[in-house]
């Protein structure tokens, strides 16, 4: 079993920068790819960054590429978001999520993930 945690979330202004922070445990996840996802009122959960096991490659969503930065340090069980030149648009609740399996390569569908946080609001005025 793995269990997530994310903290960070706030509210900022746009044009600020954030970070939040998953915390994870478990066996498998320390091996596992992670993800970040986001989920705003009447839209459908999308993606936003994954990370593979040891950090050596990354996924963007399209809208985040070139301003968020997804790393992990496996020594402290987290995994972070970096955001920067946040826009209204970024409001929502983001999601930290495990994959099950040793190694694999991330994805970004919600349905390759296994383990999920609870989540964090992130509100982003204009």
């Known amino acids: 079993q793995v269990h997530l945690v994310e903290s960070g979330g706030g509210l900022v202004q746009a044009g600020d920068s954030l970070t939040l922070s998953c915390s994870f445990s478990?066996?498998?996840?320390?091996?596992?790819?992670l993800g970040w996802f986001r989920q705003a009122p009447g839209k459908e959960r999308e993606f936003v960054a994954a990370i593979t096991w040891n950090g050596d490659g990354n996924l963007y969503g399209d809208s985040v590429k070139g301003r968020f930065t997804i790393s992990r340090d496996n020594t402290k069980n987290t995994v972070s978001l970096q955001m920067t030149s946040l826009e209204p648009e970024d409001t929502a609740v983001y999601y930290c999520?495990?994959?099950?399996?040793?190694?694999?390569?991330?994805?970004?569908?919600?349905?390759?993930?296994?383990?999920w946080g609870p989540g964090t609001q992130v509100t982003v005025s204009s």
């Open positions: 478990g066996r498998t996840a320390g091996s596992a790819a």
């Open positions: 999520a495990a994959d099950t399996f040793y190694g694999r390569s991330p994805d970004s569908s919600p349905t390759y993930y296994k383990y």
